[in-house]
């Protein structure tokens, strides 16, 4: 009798952690789905204060591993946080439902820009033109309203011009955890359908940057 009543007190401590953890998963899943942003390990950990880390992470995990099988969505890395999205090759059916708006795109010259920044950061609006040999300083007007790139700094030079560089949401809206993540310059290229400028194939060596001066907010129609 005492080892039935074991027995079952076992299997009743054995059902409510399978619940405490699928509880944990799907308040995890519902986390992720809802933020507007890739939701970072720390604010979940933050959120979901009262459990062990280690059971939140394994939330994470298990939900990978559901994602994996699933046909329309997954659950990626993206920007140091995790975000549940269409799969890529569903994302013309996607298009169709927001009828996206040509303004909403990138022109070639917007993608160009954004390609160099990208992979010669930090640079100035000078050296960009250089590169794409013309004049940069209404698209990157337009890259700074879409938060694409950002101003980091000032390099080191006469007239001290203002430093460019990719953001957080340049990292989401092409899908890269890091700029580690970036492809070949030809592959991106080819990926957004522009001939990369020769001057993007080259190397740069790192800028000497001056700190933007805290009281003086950058006005990004300067150079």
Not at 73 to 89: F, M
Not at 162 to 189: C, H, Q, S, W
């Amino acid at each position: 009798m005492a080892e039935e009543n074991e027995s079952s007190e076992s299997e009743t401590i054995a059902v409510a952690e399978r619940a405490v953890s699928a509880e944990v998963k799907a308040i995890v899943e519902a986390l992720i789905f809802a933020s507007p942003e890739p939701i970072t390990p720390k604010m979940l950990y933050k959120l979901l204060a009262d459990e062990p880390k280690e059971d939140v992470a394994a939330a994470v995990d298990a939900l990978k591993a559901d994602y994996d099988s699933r046909p329309g969505l997954q659950l990626v890395e993206v920007a140091g946080g995790y975000q549940i999205v269409t799969r890529p090759q569903l994302h013309e059916w996607v298009r169709r439902l927001f009828h996206e708006r040509s303004s909403q795109k990138l022109t070639v010259q917007g993608l160009e820009t954004l390609a160099v920044i990208a992979y010669k950061q930090p640079i100035t609006a000078l050296e960009i033109g250089e590169i794409r040999g013309v004049n940069t300083s209404g698209v990157l007007s337009t890259l700074l309203e879409r938060h694409l790139i950002k101003i980091v700094g000032r390099k080191n030079v006469v007239g001290r011009p203002f430093l460019y560089a990719t953001t957080k949401e340049f990292l989401i809206r092409f899908g890269l955890n890091n700029l580690n993540d970036l492809p070949k310059v030809e592959d991106m290229a080819e990926a957004l359908g522009f001939d990369p400028p020769a001057g993007l194939m080259e190397q740069t060596p790192a800028e000497d940057v001056l700190p933007l001066d805290e009281e003086t907010p950058p006005d990004s129609s300067e150079a």
